[in-house]
């Protein structure tokens, strides 16, 4: 049986999709059928992204809080119903600066948000992916 690759009335989730890759991948899913929820931790650029796309849904979150990410959830469930597709887009590229000019807590933050972050979405995800119709994450 062939699978169904349509992202028609996918549910997805897409973290920092309030701009840049994010806000991208975000109207790519809209213009192919799906349902798209994304996070930013920044607040005005998730209004101007709501602006923009007329039906993206989101709230603000910074993926490397576990309460933030487990509020997003909450929302995301009462917003979409569920979840298929996650993208866990959010990344910062950290502190550029001699090494030697770098303080514990530059490459601290960094860490948090690109692996903390990447493991919290995925972890507090996989629940709904799971009563998912085709589920991944990206
Ligand atoms: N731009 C590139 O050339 C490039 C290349 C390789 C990989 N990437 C990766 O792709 C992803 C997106 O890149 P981009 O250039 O679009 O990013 P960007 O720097 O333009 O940021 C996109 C969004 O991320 C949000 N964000 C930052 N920290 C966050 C957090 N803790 N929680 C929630 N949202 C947060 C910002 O508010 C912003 O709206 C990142 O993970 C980046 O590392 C980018």
Redesign the pocket.
Known sequence: MLKDTSLNGKRVLI??G?????LVTARGFIEAGARVFI????AE?LKLAQAALPGLQGCV????DEAQVQAMFTKLDAALGGLDVLIN?????GPTALIGDLKREDILRTIE??VV?QFLCAKHAVGHLRQGRGPCIL
Not at 18 to 22: H, K, V, Y
Not at 39 to 42: A, L, P, R, T
Not at 61 to 64: H, K, R, Y
């Open positions: 973290t920092a309030a701009s840049g890759i994010g996070c930013d931790v920044n650029a979150a910074d993926v490397a887009n959010a990344g910062i590229a948000v690109n972050g």
